[in-house]
């Protein structure tokens, strides 16, 4: 089997996962589970603005969706490189969101683009009643879920275990870096990626270590270190 052919399987499981999620989270389910209206609509596209990370098959897979399209793939490469410098120099999560930064994946009409195909992330955040906590603004920017503590095991468990089975980045990723990411695995080779991540002193191949790295980076409140 084809190197490719072995960092393609690793997207296999996407579509039964994201039917899982769906049901889960579908807008009707929650609504009446909950007692309460999801507020979503689309173009409202707050959410859209906040950082979102992924597990190595979805970058694979949404990496894919765009690599047969050159200007698709240049745009959202130059956006994605950007971006991810912003995160290594130590752009908190919540800072990204208040900067407004934009999903390289959000078009100049506030749709997404990759609907299909939207990360976990994506598919499992909705606004509950009202999306007044939505804007970078709000006094309280933050945002009511559902939480069906079944379905977040089920999904990362499935990615876990695409990942090394492909040999792949294991964990969750913020998703600029996770296309660069993929890009990498896919054009040069998941020895290459190893390589760079290695080099960058990032890592990445263990759950522990992986989950400290981005935590001590995206969320130094929570783990009692001061904002960069």
Same mark, same amino acid.
């Not at 994201?18 to 009707?28: G, L, S």
């Not at 009446?32 to 603005?49: D, F, I, M, N, P």
């Given at each position: 089997?084809?190197?490719?052919?072995?960092?393609?399987?690793?997207?296999?499981?996407?579509?039964?996962?994201?039917?899982?999620?769906?049901?889960?989270?579908?807008?009707?389910?929650?609504?009446?589970?909950?007692?309460?209206?999801?507020?979503?609509?689309?173009?409202?596209?707050?959410?859209?603005?906040?950082?979102?990370?992924?597990?190595?098959?979805?970058? @694979?897979? +949404?990496?894919? &969706?765009?690599?047969?399209?050159?200007? %698709?793939?240049?745009?959202v490469s130059a956006a994605a490189d950007a971006q991810a410098q912003l995160i290594m120099r130590g752009v908190t999560s919540r800072e990204w969101f208040k900067r407004g930064t934009r999903c390289v994946f959000l078009t100049a009409a506030n749709d997404c683009s990759v609907y299909e195909r939207r990360p976990f992330a994506c598919r499992t955040h909705m606004a509950l009643e009202t999306a007044e906590h939505c804007h970078p603004d709000a006094a309280d920017p933050t945002v009511k879920r559902p939480d069906h503590e079944d379905t977040f095991p089920y999904v990362y468990a499935n990615m876990a275990e695409a990942a090394e089975a492909a040999d792949l980045p294991v964990g969750? @990723?913020? +998703?600029?870096? &996770?296309?660069?990411?993929?890009?990498? %695995?896919?054009?040069?080779?998941?020895?290459?990626?190893?390589?760079?991540?290695?080099?960058?002193?990032i890592p990445a191949y263990s759950h522990v270590e992986h989950a400290a790295y981005w935590a001590a980076i995206l969320e130094p409140d929570l783990l009692g270190a001061p904002s960069i």
């Open positions: 089997m084809s190197e490719r052919s072995t960092i393609r399987r690793s997207v296999r499981r996407l579509p039964v996962v994201r039917d899982t999620i769906d049901n889960a989270y579908h807008p009707v389910r929650v609504s009446q589970e909950l007692g309460v209206s999801v507020a979503c609509k689309r173009g409202c596209a707050h959410c859209c603005h906040q950082l979102v990370t992924v597990t190595m098959p979805e970058a @694979i897979d +949404l990496y894919l &969706a765009i690599e047969k399209n050159p200007l %698709a793939l240049r745009r969750v @990723i913020p +998703l600029p870096i &996770a296309l660069q990411w993929a890009a990498i %695995a896919w054009n040069q080779g998941r020895e290459a990626l190893r390589r760079h991540l290695t080099r960058a002193g």
